[in-house]
């Protein structure tokens, strides 16, 4: 079955420490990648999305996303973390047929002063 | 443009009690999709609606209805809530013509007691 992992629930990092948040993916072929940023009471905000080409992926608010088909993997990077970066985060993925979204449990980041 | 509304935001029900979570969208997407979010377990696909007069089940349907009204409006209906459907659920349009991104609503809290 289709299944996205994300491994660790929550993570805390000092504001200025660089971050990564860890995704893998099991599919028969590789997928659609996305990651989606969730603030507290919000709605789902897309950072950046993989779907061919260079493995690196830059998305907004400064963060970036490496593709590694060895790994099936899909981790999410930020080099300096801002205090607003505080939220839920999931990764999602998607067949390239078809367009329906399998996510990760979401990784919740929390920033020290 | 609006992007993608629900009403209403917040909803207490008892028991037995059916209602009516209302989404709709301004970017002439095909694609409609609804989830739940449950702390822990991402988002869930409940239904989708690959195009206006069509549904499909998704991962957790039971004890849903949906109706696409037309292009813009997709609903979700509990007939006889229960507890187990307290939960925050998201309604989503898809921009297949951009590698199947996902706008989503601002979420409706939904406390079944």
């Known amino acids: 079955a289709q299944s996205v992992t994300q491994p660790d629930i929550h993570i805390t990092v000092s504001e200025g420490a660089s971050l990564e948040l860890r995704c893998n993916y099991s599919?028969?072929?590789?997928?659609?990648l996305f990651w989606y940023v969730q603030s507290p009471g919000q709605g789902l905000q897309l950072l950046l999305k993989?779907?061919?080409?260079?493995?690196l992926v830059q998305g907004i608010k400064g963060f970036e996303a490496e593709f590694k088909r060895s790994q099936s993997s899909f981790n999410l990077r930020k080099p300096s973390v801002h205090w607003s970066d505080a939220a839920e985060y999931f990764c999602?993925?998607?067949?390239?047929?078809?367009?329906?979204?399998?996510f990760g449990g979401g990784t919740r980041l929390m920033v020290k002063p | 443009n609006a992007g993608v509304t629900q009403t209403p935001k917040f909803q207490v029900l008892k028991t037995g009690q059916s209602m009516t979570l209302q989404c709709a969208q301004d970017?002439?997407?095909?694609?409609m999709y609804w989830y739940r979010q449950d702390p822990g377990m991402g988002l869930r696909l409940i239904y989708y609606?690959?195009?206006?007069?069509?549904?499909d089940k998704g991962e957790v349907p039971n004890g849903y209805n949906v109706s696409r009204l037309n292009k813009r409006e997709f609903s979700l209906r509990l007939e006889s809530a229960a507890p187990s459907q307290t939960s925050v659920y998201f309604c989503?349009?898809?921009?297949?013509?951009?590698?199947?991104?996902?706008?989503f609503g601002p979420g409706t809290r939904l406390t079944v007691l």
């Open positions: 989503a349009s898809i921009a297949t013509d951009r590698a199947n991104e996902q706008f």
């Open positions: 970017m002439n997407h095909n694609s």
């Open positions: 599919y028969g072929a590789t997928p659609y």
């Open positions: 999602a993925a998607a067949t390239w047929a078809g367009n329906m979204l399998t």
């Open positions: 993989y779907f061919s080409g260079d493995t």
């Open positions: 609606s690959a195009s206006e007069g069509t549904t």
